[in-house]
Protein backbone atom coordinates (compact mmCIF):
# COMPACT_ATOMS: atom_id res chain seq x y z
CA UNK A 1 0.00 0.00 0.00
CA UNK A 2 2.73 2.64 1.13
CA UNK A 3 4.44 1.62 -1.96
CA UNK A 4 1.71 2.32 -4.64
CA UNK A 5 1.07 5.48 -2.41
CA UNK A 6 4.89 6.94 -2.84
CA UNK A 7 4.86 5.93 -6.58
CA UNK A 8 1.31 8.50 -7.13
CA UNK A 9 2.09 11.42 -8.60
CA UNK A 10 -0.01 13.80 -7.09
CA UNK A 11 -2.45 15.87 -9.02
CA UNK A 12 -3.68 19.46 -8.73
CA UNK A 13 -7.20 20.59 -10.24
CA UNK A 14 -7.71 24.47 -10.76
CA UNK A 15 -10.78 26.29 -11.25
CA UNK A 16 -9.79 29.77 -12.59
CA UNK A 17 -12.63 32.39 -12.24
CA UNK A 18 -11.32 35.88 -12.16
CA UNK A 19 -9.13 37.79 -14.78
CA UNK A 20 -7.94 40.75 -12.97
CA UNK A 21 -4.32 41.34 -12.29
CA UNK A 22 -4.61 40.59 -8.72
CA UNK A 23 -6.68 37.90 -8.90
CA UNK A 24 -4.13 36.20 -12.37
CA UNK A 25 -1.49 35.37 -9.70
CA UNK A 26 -2.96 32.41 -7.23
CA UNK A 27 -3.93 29.87 -10.09
CA UNK A 28 -0.35 30.45 -12.08
CA UNK A 29 1.84 30.24 -8.55
CA UNK A 30 -0.02 27.27 -7.68
CA UNK A 31 0.03 25.63 -11.02
CA UNK A 32 3.83 26.51 -11.31
CA UNK A 33 4.57 25.38 -8.12
CA UNK A 34 2.59 22.12 -7.83
CA UNK A 35 4.01 21.26 -11.41
CA UNK A 36 7.82 22.25 -10.18
CA UNK A 37 7.07 19.68 -7.63
CA UNK A 38 6.48 16.63 -10.01
CA UNK A 39 2.47 17.10 -9.85
CA UNK A 40 0.35 16.69 -12.63
CA UNK A 41 -1.45 19.75 -13.16
CA UNK A 42 -5.08 21.41 -14.70
CA UNK A 43 -6.42 24.65 -14.39
CA UNK A 44 -9.65 25.16 -16.14
CA UNK A 45 -10.49 28.67 -17.22
CA UNK A 46 -13.78 30.14 -17.01
CA UNK A 47 -15.74 33.23 -17.37
CA UNK A 48 -13.70 35.86 -16.29
CA UNK A 49 -10.48 33.56 -15.91
CA UNK A 50 -10.82 32.62 -19.56
CA UNK A 51 -9.09 36.20 -20.46
CA UNK A 52 -6.17 34.94 -18.68
CA UNK A 53 -5.33 32.69 -21.87
CA UNK A 54 -5.73 35.40 -24.53
CA UNK A 55 -2.34 36.32 -26.50
CA UNK A 56 -2.48 39.80 -25.31
CA UNK A 57 -2.63 40.38 -21.73
CA UNK A 58 -4.08 43.80 -20.58
CA UNK A 59 -4.69 43.43 -16.53
CA UNK A 60 -5.34 45.29 -14.38
CA UNK A 61 -6.23 45.40 -10.62
CA UNK A 62 -9.78 45.62 -8.96
CA UNK A 63 -9.89 47.32 -5.91
CA UNK A 64 -13.80 47.47 -5.91
CA UNK A 65 -13.74 43.17 -5.63
CA UNK A 66 -10.85 43.92 -2.76
CA UNK A 67 -11.71 45.97 -0.13
CA UNK A 68 -9.06 44.30 1.69
CA UNK A 69 -6.92 45.98 -0.44
CA UNK A 70 -4.02 47.82 1.13
CA UNK A 71 -2.29 50.46 -1.27
CA UNK A 72 1.52 50.20 -1.06
CA UNK A 73 3.88 52.87 -2.58
CA UNK A 74 6.43 51.50 -4.99
CA UNK A 75 8.61 54.18 -4.76
CA UNK A 76 10.04 56.41 -1.95
CA UNK A 77 12.15 55.78 1.20
CA UNK A 78 11.35 52.42 3.00
CA UNK A 79 9.38 53.74 6.04
CA UNK A 80 7.29 55.21 2.90
CA UNK A 81 6.59 52.14 1.40
CA UNK A 82 5.73 50.28 4.36
CA UNK A 83 2.74 51.90 4.76
CA UNK A 84 -0.24 50.10 3.56
CA UNK A 85 -2.79 52.90 2.69
CA UNK A 86 -6.51 52.44 3.41
CA UNK A 87 -8.02 53.94 0.32
CA UNK A 88 -12.04 54.17 0.95
CA UNK A 89 -14.12 51.98 -1.57
CA UNK A 90 -16.04 55.47 -2.43
CA UNK A 91 -12.92 57.21 -3.55
CA UNK A 92 -11.43 53.58 -5.47
CA UNK A 93 -14.60 53.84 -7.83
CA UNK A 94 -14.84 57.56 -8.16
CA UNK A 95 -11.34 58.46 -9.05
CA UNK A 96 -10.82 58.56 -12.86
CA UNK A 97 -7.61 56.46 -13.37
CA UNK A 98 -7.64 54.56 -10.03
CA UNK A 99 -7.45 50.87 -11.35
CA UNK A 100 -5.13 51.83 -14.36
CA UNK A 101 -2.87 53.53 -11.20
CA UNK A 102 -3.15 50.92 -8.89
CA UNK A 103 -2.28 47.93 -11.41
CA UNK A 104 0.65 50.31 -12.49
CA UNK A 105 2.13 50.11 -8.60
CA UNK A 106 1.13 46.83 -8.12
CA UNK A 107 3.23 45.97 -11.50
CA UNK A 108 6.30 48.31 -10.24
CA UNK A 109 5.86 46.87 -6.96
CA UNK A 110 6.06 43.11 -7.80
CA UNK A 111 9.15 44.21 -10.43
CA UNK A 112 11.16 45.48 -8.06
CA UNK A 113 9.87 42.36 -5.03
CA UNK A 114 10.83 40.23 -8.29
CA UNK A 115 8.18 38.41 -8.33
CA UNK A 116 7.50 37.34 -12.07
CA UNK A 117 4.74 38.88 -13.88
CA UNK A 118 1.64 37.45 -15.18
CA UNK A 119 3.03 36.37 -18.69
CA UNK A 120 5.74 34.91 -17.14
CA UNK A 121 4.43 32.80 -14.73
CA UNK A 122 1.78 31.64 -16.99
CA UNK A 123 4.75 30.50 -19.63
CA UNK A 124 6.39 28.97 -16.51
CA UNK A 125 3.62 26.76 -15.92
CA UNK A 126 3.50 25.85 -20.05
CA UNK A 127 6.63 25.15 -19.86
CA UNK A 128 6.35 22.75 -16.91
CA UNK A 129 3.58 20.41 -18.68
CA UNK A 130 0.24 22.29 -16.66
CA UNK A 131 -2.80 21.48 -18.88
CA UNK A 132 -4.57 24.76 -19.59
CA UNK A 133 -8.08 23.71 -20.17
CA UNK A 134 -10.37 26.89 -21.74
CA UNK A 135 -14.68 26.42 -20.99
CA UNK A 136 -15.51 26.17 -24.38
CA UNK A 137 -19.06 27.76 -22.98
CA UNK A 138 -17.58 31.00 -21.92
CA UNK A 139 -16.06 31.00 -25.26
CA UNK A 140 -19.10 31.09 -26.41
CA UNK A 141 -21.08 33.07 -24.31
CA UNK A 142 -18.50 35.61 -24.31
CA UNK A 143 -18.25 35.53 -28.12
CA UNK A 144 -14.50 35.05 -28.03
CA UNK A 145 -12.86 33.52 -31.54
CA UNK A 146 -10.12 30.95 -30.12
CA UNK A 147 -7.70 33.13 -32.42
CA UNK A 148 -7.76 35.16 -29.18
CA UNK A 149 -6.11 32.74 -27.22
CA UNK A 150 -2.36 31.35 -26.83
CA UNK A 151 -1.65 28.22 -29.22
CA UNK A 152 -0.70 25.84 -25.73
CA UNK A 153 -4.77 25.59 -24.94
CA UNK A 154 -4.58 22.27 -23.85
CA UNK A 155 -8.49 21.30 -24.93
CA UNK A 156 -11.58 23.81 -25.19
CA UNK A 157 -14.24 21.91 -23.44
CA UNK A 158 -17.32 22.25 -20.70
CA UNK A 159 -17.44 21.77 -16.89
CA UNK A 160 -18.95 18.10 -17.68
CA UNK A 161 -15.67 17.12 -19.43
CA UNK A 162 -13.41 19.04 -16.51
CA UNK A 163 -15.26 17.29 -13.72
CA UNK A 164 -14.00 13.73 -13.89
CA UNK A 165 -10.30 15.30 -13.89
CA UNK A 166 -10.93 17.11 -10.70
CA UNK A 167 -12.96 14.42 -9.21
CA UNK A 168 -9.53 12.99 -10.04
CA UNK A 169 -7.42 15.22 -8.43
CA UNK A 170 -5.76 14.93 -4.79
CA UNK A 171 -5.90 18.65 -4.64
CA UNK A 172 -8.64 21.07 -6.25
CA UNK A 173 -9.14 24.86 -5.64
CA UNK A 174 -11.54 27.25 -6.89
CA UNK A 175 -9.51 30.64 -7.35
Known amino acids: ?18 GTLDWAYPPFILASTGAALGWDVSIFFTFYGLI ?10 SPLGNPAMPMKMPVGPDWFKAIDWPIPN ?20 FREKGIASIPELRELSLEAGVKMIACQMTVDAFGFAKED ?15 PTAQKADVILFV
Not at 151 to 158: R, T
Request: proline share 3%.
Open 52 to 61: LLKKDLDLEV
Open 149 to 163: FIDEVDSWCGAASFL
Open 90 to 109: ALKGTIPGFERMASSMMKKT
Open 1 to 18: MREREAAKTPSLAIISTK
